[in-house]
């Protein structure tokens, strides 16, 4: 029996990375998605808003960890950054001025719930809540071409989700996935509002894959030395 159960899990993996006829289904592919984003791996992605010009806008780099820890970047005038994250234990919030001080709380909500106030481009502050939020609320079907175009990508699966009346008014109508069909990785998520709503669509793409050091996610490795900090 266990050697039946090896061979089982091996024709799966072999399914995944070759693929068979037709793709699988479409909550199999999100499922495997969520499954990767709770690997302890280091991912890096860009956020971008189209506001329906020529040009995307870009709104942040997200860096993430496993299901829960993260840490965003956000651009701001001067070449100086704001950033915001999660380290598992604590919420963060770096101001772009440096007289100001880093803001740090033990209440991760709290934290989160300021994020989103401030910076409404954000379609999601973890691709877990993402995930999990898509399958239980979207109906998920599978799709041949890629939502931003390009020539197709025999590497790639794509799963489209379409809100129904399960689907809050605030969520996105559409979402589509990119995922790499070898190991489930999100290469690029792109959330699409009503049509009367900018931005119209937050595009979120797979920039990088390259280790952090263990602390990347905590404040002090975006401070300078001596700088204030207050926690609440």
Known sequence: ??????????????????G??????????????????????????????????DELRPVADVYIRGGDQFALRFARPGGRSMWTGYDGIEGWRIPAPSRM?????????????????????LPFLELESALVTIRALYVLS????????GAPDPSLLHVRAIADDRTPPDMPRQID?????????????????????RPQRLIL?????????DGW????????????????
């Open 1 to 18: 029996v266990p050697r039946l159960v090896a061979a089982g899990l091996a024709l799966a993996v072999v399914w995944w990375a070759a």
């Open 20 to 53: 068979p006829g037709a793709p699988p289904a479409a909550a199999s592919v999100v499922e495997r998605a969520l499954a990767a984003v709770r690997s302890n791996d280091d991912r890096h992605y860009s956020i971008a808003a189209d506001d329906g010009g």
């Open 101 to 121: 001080a880093v803001r740090v709380s033990s209440d991760p909500a709290v934290m989160k719930a300021r994020i989103l106030d401030r910076n409404g481009d």
């Open 142 to 149: 599978t799709v041949s071409e890629h939502a931003l175009g």
């Open 177 to 197: 996935l990119a995922v790499r069909r070898v190991d489930g990785v999100i290469q690029s998520l792109v959330a699409t509002r009503e049509p009367s709503l």
């Open 205 to 213: 793409r797979l920039l990088d894959e390259e280790a952090r050091p």
């Open 217 to 232: 996610y905590g404040f002090e490795a975006h401070i300078a030395p001596g700088r204030r900090v207050r926690r609440y």
